[in-house]
């Protein structure tokens, strides 16, 4: 037997719960504008706070400046924030500085595939590409032959 028409289905509207959050109600069009005028304003006034008198130059013993006017063209950000081709680089000293090994001794290269500085007794020669490895990025094969990770198959 078939089921019984309802009768009220012309006066029945669909309802459904929609949860609007505040998040959602914050990230309307006209909000999100008015968030990014207000963050530019606090930008623009922040760079106009800035000027050169403001800021005041410490010395550092590990900060050297290198003069790049006849090196390469490096561009620099001017103080309203225009590129320019000319200006001082700040570098560390302790880069410049020999670095040492782990084990304490003044490495005399570098690990091919990390970069740390090693030693003569911490260097690992790959038996596949010859270079020099750490001990982490070298692997020792069952035939005692080492291979570093990037040779390693």
Same mark, same amino acid.
């Given at each position: 037997?078939?089921?019984?028409?309802? @009768? $009220?289905?012309?006066?029945?509207? @669909?309802?459904?719960?929609? #949860?609007?959050?505040?998040?959602? $109600?914050?990230?309307?069009?006209?909000?999100?504008?008015?968030?990014?005028?207000?963050? =530019?304003?606090?930008?623009?006034? /922040?760079?106009?706070? *800035?000027? &050169?008198?403001?800021?005041?130059?410490?010395?550092?013993?590990?900060?050297?400046?290198?003069?790049?006017?006849?090196?390469?063209?490096?561009? $620099?950000? /001017?103080?309203?924030?225009? =590129?320019?081709? &000319? /200006?001082?680089?700040? +570098?560390?000293? &302790?880069?410049?500085?020999?670095?040492? *090994? &782990?084990?304490?001794?003044? /490495?005399?290269?570098?690990?091919?595939?990390?970069?740390? @500085?090693? +030693?003569?007794? +911490?260097? #690992?020669? +790959?038996?596949?590409?010859?270079?020099? #490895?750490? %001990? %982490?990025?070298?692997? %020792?094969?069952?035939?005692?032959?080492?291979?570093?990770?990037?040779?390693?198959?």
């Amino acid at each position: 037997m078939a089921k019984r028409a309802n @009768p $009220f289905i012309e006066d029945y509207i @669909p309802q459904s719960k929609i #949860h609007v959050s505040l998040k959602q $109600f914050n990230n309307n069009e006209d909000r999100l504008q008015k968030v990014y005028v207000k963050t =530019l304003d606090l930008l623009y006034k /922040g760079a106009k706070k *800035c000027t &050169s008198q403001d800021i005041v130059n410490t010395k550092d013993d590990n900060v050297k400046t290198i003069d790049t006017k006849n090196k390469m063209k490096q561009l $620099f950000i /001017g103080k309203n924030g225009s =590129l320019l081709n &000319s /200006g001082t680089m700040v +570098c560390n000293i &302790s880069k410049l500085v020999t670095e040492r *090994c &782990s084990c304490g001794v003044e /490495g005399e290269s570098k690990c091919a595939y990390c970069e740390v @500085p090693l +030693c003569m007794t +911490c260097q #690992h020669v +790959c038996a596949h590409c010859d270079r020099s #490895h750490c %001990t %982490t990025c070298t692997l %020792t094969r069952f035939e005692a032959s080492e291979v570093c990770v990037s040779c390693y198959s």
